[in-house]
């Protein structure tokens, strides 16, 4: 009798613990802004997340502080892009690796032939800006969820199917917006080498004054070339970015006028992050119509 008693109430203790764990909530911690807004969406009420890097700020130069490790280690799945966005915390991801926490590299659910390359093989990894990669990103992102937490996997990858016909709806909008500006004018110079995916998807030339990453500084000579790029394509607007100083790309505008040429700025583009709050593009799709607009609005 004793030992039916027990087991009784070992089974109840189980049964309540599973209840538990079951109504927890998995606690997220995703590195950029584009990455915590889709593990919110992918997650919905199932998840808590956190970005480690606010609006605005630069992935390429970002180091983890103590706090930043602490968050990662306390969470149950984190969340990065790889293709070295995150160029100096790929220790951080290793170690994590190692210690057998859940991590999810989003660019590992996208095809590696979808990949962009700068010469030497170097890949490009704003993939965020070609909106056909970026609902890979979902699929990966509902996959990574649903192995720390099998019990809502198919919870996870139904919230990702919704938001693929979101993204769907948001690919529409771009084609419509583009054929505003003639073909000719289709050229977007912008601070750094951010839009070379949404390029691609979306027929535009893509100039950027510093590379695929912020972390090398524009030299003179790249300034002096883009500057004749500009006057020699007449084109009517360059473009700031919200993660990169200004200045970078006013020193073009500069160059452009010694060359007896004016080029306007454009607007600020959202780069490697989402606008802050207020801005009106709090989230991926909202970013991504507010600069379609900004860059239709002052090429056409
Ligand atoms: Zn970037």
Not at 8 to 32: N, Q
Not at 82 to 93: I, P, Q, R
Not at 205 to 216: D, H, Y
């Amino acid at each position: 009798m004793k030992r039916f008693k027990v087991l009784r109430v070992l089974s109840l203790s189980l049964f309540l613990l599973s209840a538990a764990v079951g109504w927890a909530e998995v606690r997220v911690v995703a590195t950029t802004t584009m990455l915590a807004d889709l593990a919110g969406v992918v997650g919905g009420p199932h998840v808590a997340v956190e970005a480690l890097m606010g609006p605005g700020i630069d992935p390429h130069l970002y180091q983890a502080s103590a706090g930043d490790v602490g968050r990662m280690q306390n969470a149950d799945v984190v969340v990065y892009n790889g293709l070295h966005l995150e160029g100096k915390m790929g220790d951080v991801f290793a170690a994590l690796n190692r210690q057998g926490k859940t991590v999810v590299c989003i660019a590992d659910g996208i095809d590696k032939a979808d990949l962009l390359t700068e010469e030497g093989g170097i890949p490009d990894p704003h993939i965020w800006f070609d909106v056909r990669l970026w609902k890979d990103a979902a699929l990966e992102l509902a996959r990574g969820l649903g192995e720390a937490d099998p019990e809502r996997a198919g919870d996870y990858r139904a919230n990702a199917e919704n938001y693929r016909k979101e993204l769907d709806a948001l690919q529409d909008y771009i084609t419509e917006k583009v054929k505003e500006v003639p073909e000719g004018q289709r050229v977007m110079v912008t601070a750094h080498d951010a839009f070379n995916y949404f390029g691609r998807a979306y027929g535009f030339e893509v100039r950027g004054l510093q590379g695929i990453s912020t972390a090398a500084e524009a030299g003179t000579a790249d300034v002096r070339a883009l500057a004749d790029f500009i006057v020699e394509r007449r084109i009517k607007a360059v473009f700031v970015e919200s993660s990169v100083p200004r200045k970078t790309i006013e020193a073009l505008q500069d160059a452009v006028k010694a060359k007896g040429f004016d080029v306007g700025i454009g607007g600020e583009l959202y780069s490697d992050s989402l606008g802050g709050a207020g801005s009106g593009a709090e989230t991926y799709i909202l970013t991504v119509r507010a600069n379609v607009d900004t860059i239709t609005g002052a090429l056409k």
